[in-house]
Nanobody, 120 residues
Framework: QVQLVESGGGLVQAGGSLRLSCAAS????????MSWYRQAPGKQRELVAG???????NYADSVKGRFTISRGNAKFTVYLQMNSLKPEDTAVYYC??????????????WGQGTQVTVSS
């Protein structure tokens, strides 16, 4: 079974930085794309940043220039470097993987989420 485990959330002051990590496990052969989503209280879950297996990246307009998504040296690991954090970045951040080939095929998998709180 595919599992995504996030880490790195926490409380930070506005203007500060955090780095989120996500590691996928479960006898995985390949993953088409990994992304970070976030959900603030009372709001819908939204895409923050994504990266494909080819290395193409995309970002929400609200985080462009401040956040960077990257793949780790360990296979099927992805990071989200968040700089110049704002109170409006406060949310639960979720790791997402699409097109996961393992012993079976998983169209989409989610992590359990990690809380990011930015104080003003």
């Amino acid at each position: 079974q595919v599992q995504l485990v996030e880490s790195g959330g926490g409380l930070v002051q506005a203007g500060g930085s955090l780095r989120l990590s996500c590691a996928a496990s479960g006898s995985i052969f390949s993953i088409n794309a990994m992304s970070w989503y976030r959900q603030a209280p009372g709001k819908q879950r939204e895409l923050v940043a994504g990266i494909t297996s080819a290395g193409s990246t995309n970002y929400a307009d609200s985080v462009k220039g401040r956040f960077t998504i990257s793949r780790g040296n360990a296979k099927f690991t992805v990071y989200l470097q968040m700089n110049s954090l704002k109170p409006e970045d406060t949310a639960v951040y979720y790791c997402n993987a699409r097109g996961v080939a393992s012993k079976t095929f998983t169209a989409e998998a989610w992590g359990q989420g990690t809380q990011v709180t930015v104080s003003s």
